[in-house]
C-alpha cells in the first residue's frame, strides 16, 4: 500500500515538473520581451524628443541635489543610455553611471550657484577606474573655477553644462563611441 501511494506521488511529480519548467520558461521569454519593447521604445527618435522637450521645460532651481541628479539621468536615458544612480555617500566621487553600445560614462553632478573648483574634477577622475568607465564628466549648472578645466584636460574630464546633456552622446569623444 504505501509503495503504490509513493509510485502515484512519482507520476503526479512528473506531470508537474514539466509544466513548472515551461511556465518559467514562458515568463523569463515575456519579461525578456517587455524589456526589449521598452529598449526599443527610448531608442525611438520621435519619443525621445518629446520626452527631451518635456524635461528642458521642468524648473531645476526648485529641485534638491540628489532630485537634480536624478533628472540628469532622466535626461540621459531619454537618449538611449541606460543610467544608475550610485549611493550618495561612499559612492568614490561618482553620482550617475551611464551606459550606451559598451561605453560607461560616470558623472558628478553638481548643481552649484558658485563656480565648480577642481574637487568635482579629482574625484569623479579617482571614481572613474572604480567603476570600469572609459570616460568621466562633471555637469553642472554653473560654471567651473579656471583650476577645474586645467585639471580636466590633463585627466580628460568632460566638463559640461546642463543643456550639453540633451546633446549627451555627441560630447563623448567619438573615439570611444
Request: proline share 4%.
Amino acid at each position: 500500500m504505501g509503495r503504490r501511494k509513493n509510485d502515484e506521488l512519482a507520476g503526479a511529480a512528473l506531470l508537474v515538473l514539466p509544466l513548472l519548467l515551461l511556465f518559467v520558461v514562458l515568463r523569463g521569454l515575456w519579461l525578456l520581451g517587455c524589456r526589449v519593447i521598452v529598449y526599443y521604445r527610448f531608442r525611438e527618435p520621435a519619443y525621445r524628443e518629446r520626452q527631451c522637450a518635456m524635461l528642458k521645460g521642468i524648473n531645476i532651481a526648485a529641485m534638491s541635489p540628489v532630485a537634480f541628479e536624478h533628472h540628469c539621468a532622466a535626461v540621459l536615458k531619454t537618449q538611449g543610455w541606460m543610467c544608475k544612480m550610485t549611493r550618495t555617500s561612499g559612492d568614490f566621487g561618482v553620482d550617475v553611471i551611464a551606459e550606451c553600445q559598451s561605453v560607461r560614462v560616470v558623472s558628478q553632478v553638481k548643481k552649484w550657484q558658485a563656480p565648480v573648483n577642481l574637487s568635482a574634477v579629482q574625484e569623479v577622475a579617482a571614481g572613474a577606474p572604480m567603476y570600469k568607465a572609459g570616460v568621466a564628466a562633471v555637469v553642472s549648472v554653473s560654471s567651473y573655477a579656471p583650476s577645474a578645466v586645467r585639471l580636466a584636460r590633463a585627466n580628460r574630464v568632460l566638463l559640461l553644462s546642463y543643456e550639453d546633456l540633451f546633446d549627451f552622446t555627441r560630447q563623448v569623444p567619438s573615439s570611444l563611441r
